[in-house]
C-alpha cells in the first residue's frame, strides 16, 4: 500500500523528466505526494516512466512500482499542474530556458505556490527576477541518482524570504532527505567544495601521476569512499568540465581555472564510464 501524504504539499508540478526531473517525480511520489511531471513529449515521458520502472526494481525488487506510478500524472501540459502550490524545474542548465519555464509557472500556478529550481549552478536571483513572486524563489538542488542519494541543497537566492526557505526545507524532510541550506553563489556549497578538488585530481593526472594511484590514495589517506578519478568518471569528464567552467566564470577567479586535460579529454570523446574510457577504460 503506498503511503498517504500529510506533507506541506501535496501536489507537486515537476517540469522536466529528464534524469533529475523523473528522479524527483520518483522520490515524491514514492512519499505520497501526487505529482503532475511535464515534458516536452511523450517520448520523452515514456523514458520517465521506464526510469522510474528500472531504478524502483532495484530499490524495491519485492513491491510493484504500479502504486508509484499511480501517484504520477505524465503529462505533456504544464496547465494540468496549475492547482500546484509547489513547482519544481528542471529542464535543462540554460538561463534562458530556465526563465522562459519561470515566466510561465509564474503566470500559471496561484499567487502563493512556491517555484524551484533543481539548477546545479546558475543563479538563483536571476530565476526570480522574471517573476512577479521574487520571494517565493528557491533553489531545491538535489543530487543524483535521485532515489538513492539523500542530500537536497535548499539554495537561498538574495531575494528568496526566510519562510520559502523553511517551508522547503521542511518538506525536503518530509520526503525523507536530509537538508542542507547553501548561499546563491556558484556550485553552492557541495559542487563548490567537490569540483575544485576533483579538477586538482586531474592536475595529478596531467603532471604524469597514476590515476590508480591518486585514487588509492585519497581512499586510504582521506578516508574518501571513492576515488576522485572514479568519481569523475562516473560523473562525466564533460560535466564536471562545464561546472569547474561555471565556477571560474561566476568567480573570475584563477584558483577554479579548468585543468586543461579535461578539456582535451572531452575534445577526444573521453567523457568517462557512458563513453566507454575516461581516466579509467570500460570496454
Ligand atoms: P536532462 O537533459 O536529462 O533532462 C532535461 C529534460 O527537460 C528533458 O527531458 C527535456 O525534454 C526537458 N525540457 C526541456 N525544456 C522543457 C520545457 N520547457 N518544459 C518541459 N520540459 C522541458 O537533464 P538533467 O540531467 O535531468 O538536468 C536537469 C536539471 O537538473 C539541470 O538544471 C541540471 O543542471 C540539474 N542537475 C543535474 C544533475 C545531474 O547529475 N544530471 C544533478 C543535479 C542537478
Excluded: W
Excluded at 85 to 102: D, G, R, S
Excluded at 144 to 156: A, K, Q, T
Excluded at 199 to 223: H, S
Amino acid at each position: 500500500m503506498q503511503q498517504q501524504s500529510s506533507k506541506l504539499f501535496e501536489d507537486v508540478l515537476v517540469v522536466g523528466g529528464g534524469l533529475m526531473g523523473a528522479g524527483i517525480a520518483h522520490v515524491l511520489a514514492e512519499s505520497g505526494v501526487h505529482v503532475t511531471l511535464v515534458d516536452q513529449s511523450t517520448q520523452d515521458l515514456e523514458r520517465a516512466r521506464r526510469q522510474i520502472e528500472k531504478m524502483h526494481g532495484r530499490k524495491h525488487p519485492e513491491t510493484d512500482v504500479q502504486s508509484v506510478l499511480n501517484n504520477i500524472n505524465f503529462s505533456t501540459n504544464v496547465e494540468e499542474g496549475k492547482h500546484c502550490l509547489l513547482a519544481i524545474e528542471a529542464v535543462l542548465e540554460k538561463m534562458t530556458i530556465k526563465q522562459a519555464v519561470f515566466k510561465q509557472l509564474d503566470e500559471l500556478l496561484p499567487p502563493q505556490a512556491i517555484l524551484a529550481s533543481n539548477t546545479s549552478s546558475l543563479s538563483i536571483a536571476a530565476m526570480s527576477s522574471v517573476t512577479a513572486r521574487p520571494a517565493q524563489v528557491v533553489g531545491m538542488h538535489f543530487f543524483s541518482p535521485v532515489p538513492i542519494m539523500r542530500l537536497v541543497e535548499v539554495v537561498r537566492g538574495i531575494n528568496t524570504s526566510d519562510e520559502t526557505t523553511e517551508k522547503i526545507r521542511t518538506f525536503g524532510e518530509q520526503i525523507g532527505k536530509e537538508v542542507i541550506v547553501a548561499k546563491d553563489y556558484p556550485g553552492f556549497t557541495v559542487n563548490r567544495a567537490l569540483v575544485p578538488f576533483l579538477n586538482e585530481a586531474a592536475y595529478l593526472v596531467m603532471e604524469g601521476n597514476d590515476p590508480a594511484e591518486i585514487d588509492r590514495g585519497l581512499m586510504l589517506g582521506a578516508n574518501h569512499p571513492i576515488g576522485p578519478l572514479k568519481l569523475i568518471d562516473s560523473l562525466g569528464v564533460d560535466v564536471l568540465l562545464f561546472t569547474i567552467e561555471s565556477l571560474y566564470e561566476g568567480f573570475n577567479d584563477s584558483k577554479y581555472r579548468p585543468c586543461p586535460l579535461l578539456k582535451r579529454m572531452v575534445e577526444a570523446g573521453h567523457l568517462g564510464k557512458k563513453s566507454g574510457k575516461g581516466f579509467y577504460d570500460y570496454s
